[in-house]
Nanobody, 114 residues
Framework: QVQLLESGGGLVQPGGSLRLSCAAS????????MGWYRQAPGKQRELVAH???????NYADSVKGRFTISRDNAKNTVYLQMNSLKTEDTAVYYC????????WGQGTQVTVAS
C-alpha cells in the first residue's frame, strides 16, 4: 500500500512563500506522476501542478510563474515551492501520485491572509 506524507502548509501573508513536501512510501512503479491539487471552500478540487518521473511538468494557469514543482525520484518525494502567494491560493493542498493506481495524501492547509 502506498502512503503519501505531506508537510509544509501553514499561514503566510500575501506575497510570502511556502514550500510543500510530499514523501511517498510503499511499492511504487518507477514511471509515475506526482503532483499537487487544491480545494478551496465551496469549490471543486483542481490541479495545481504535476510532474512525471521523467521530469515533464504541467501547471495550472493561475500559478504559472509563481509556483515551481520539483521532485527527487530517489526519495519518491515531490515539492511545491510557492512564491508571491495570493489570498486566492488559500486552500487545502493534496498530494497525488498516479502509477497504475491513484493515491492521495491527507491534505495540508495553506492560508494566505494579512
Amino acid at each position: 500500500q502506498v502512503q503519501l506524507l505531506e508537510s509544509g502548509g501553514g499561514l503566510v501573508q500575501p506575497g510570502g512563500s511556502l514550500r510543500l513536501s510530499c514523501a511517498a512510501s510503499g511499492r511504487i512503479f518507477s514511471f509515475n506522476v506526482m503532483g499537487w491539487y487544491r480545494q478551496a471552500p465551496g469549490k471543486q478540487r483542481e490541479l495545481v501542478a504535476h510532474m512525471a518521473s521523467g521530469g515533464h511538468a504541467n501547471y495550472a494557469d493561475s500559478v504559472k510563474g509563481r509556483f515551481t514543482i520539483s521532485r527527487d525520484n530517489a526519495k519518491n518525494t515531490v515539492y511545491l515551492q510557492m512564491n508571491s502567494l495570493k489570498t486566492e491560493d488559500t486552500a487545502v493542498y493534496y498530494c497525488n501520485l498516479r502509477d497504475l493506481v491513484e493515491y492521495w495524501g491527507q491534505g495540508t492547509q495553506v492560508t494566505v491572509a494579512s
